[in-house]
Every structure is written in C-alpha cells, then in structure tokens.
C-alpha cells in the first residue's frame, strides 16, 4: 500500500484543485443516502468529507494506516463536534468484534491488485451486519484517449510521491453480490462512480 504521510497536510487541497469541491460531497451523498446507522470507512484519510453533510446521528468508525491522515481526521472530528472514532491500522490485519450497515472504500481500492482486493470485499463482507452493503466509491476505466493519458499522469505522480506499487486501475467481476453503479461525474479528463454491494452468498470469486 502506498504511503501518504508525505502528503498528509496537503492532500485534501490537492484533491480538491484536482478534482473540484465535487470530489468529497459525492463521498458524503453517497454515504448519506444508503441511510446506514453504523459505518466503517476504510481508506478515508482526514475524513474531509465530513464537512458536507450531516453525519451527527450515524455512528462511524474510521481506518487508516497512515499516522498523519489520521490526526488531521481527529482534529477534523473534534472541529466538527462528531462522535467517530479512528483506529490507526492496515485493514489487511484489521479485526474487530462488531458488525457494520455498511462499509465504505472512498478511492482505497484503485491502489491495489485484483487479488488483494478480492481478500478486501471478502473481509468487508464479513464485517456486514444481516442487511449490510459494501460502498465502493472510485475512479472508472478510461474509456477515451485523454482518460487513459490522465490517468498514466496520475498514477505515475503517486507512485513518486507515495509509492504506490499498480500501473494501472484494477477490474472487478463480482460474483455473490448484486451490484448497483452509478456514474456520479465523467469529464474529459476522468469519470468517478459509486458501486453499492450487497451480498447475495457468503463467498465470491472472479469470473473467467
């Protein structure tokens, strides 16, 4: 996994010039509207899309491995006067005794390999509570020309700056989950979408 400690103080603003204002209110709609009481999410940095939206009667909990997205989340929550709590670990080896409405990956899979993230929706899975949902919110394909450029610019930009280890966005065959997406923005240069999962069986794998 990539490490952003070195971009910690600046990624929300970065994010932010690259993406537009856009880039956390889509986290925070689609986290408001699936109407989860109890939510982890996984990979959310400083939480800055706390700020767009009511978040004062859900009871989240946040992860990450990186220590100074972490505390800038902490000051962030204290500003905001939320009731969530952060817990500084890797969710590869994340285990915890409760179970979730939903669980959420705001732009944390799109650092990994097929296989690695088949191990991360099978360990969300089993965080679910019984009408439990996996959120996936990411970057689509690259369908056009620019997409493609923009998107080898980006990926070479982190892996500089934070080691991030993929070339390219990994593709997922879900099976044992209905599967809901829904393209929130697509420009020129990219397209974001949200993918809501819910588990049909206890287990999933790749399609040939």
């Known amino acids: 996994m990539s490490n952003y400690d070195l971009i910690a103080s ?23 509207g ?16 706390l700020e767009n939206g009511a978040f004062k009667a859900i009871k989240i909990t ?6 100074k997205l972490s ?16 817990i500084l670990d890797d969710f590869s080896s994340f285990n915890v005794n409760r179970k979730f409405d939903l669980v959420v990956f705001p732009f944390f899979l799109d650092q990994f390999t097929l296989d690695e993230n088949m191990r991360h929706i099978t360990m969300a899975s089993g965080l679910l ?35 991030l280890k993929i070339s390219t966005l990994p593709t997922f065959n879900f099976y044992g989950f ?11 240069w990219y397209s974001i979408s ?4 819910t588990p049909q069986q206890s287990e999933w794998s790749e399609l040939s």
């Open 62 to 67: 946040a992860l990450d491995k990186s220590k």
């Open 34 to 49: 699936s109407k989860a009481k109890s939510i982890l999410v996984v990979g959310g940095g400083d939480l800055r899309f």
């Open 10 to 32: 600046f990624y929300s603003s970065l994010a932010t010039f690259v993406y537009g204002p856009s880039f956390y209110k889509i986290q925070a709609d689609a986290i408001l």
């Open 71 to 86: 505390a800038l989340a902490s000051k962030r929550i204290s500003k905001l006067r939320l009731e969530v709590e952060v």
């Open 178 to 188: 209905i599967k809901q997406e829904r393209v929130e923005v697509e420009n020129f």
């Open 129 to 163: 509570s019984t009408k439990g949902k996996i959120l996936i919110i990411d970057f689509k394909k690259p369908q056009t020309t620019f997409q493609k450029l923009y998107l080898k610019l980006l990926i070479l930009g982190f892996k500089l700056i934070t080691n």
């Open 194 to 197: 949200t993918i809501v999962l």
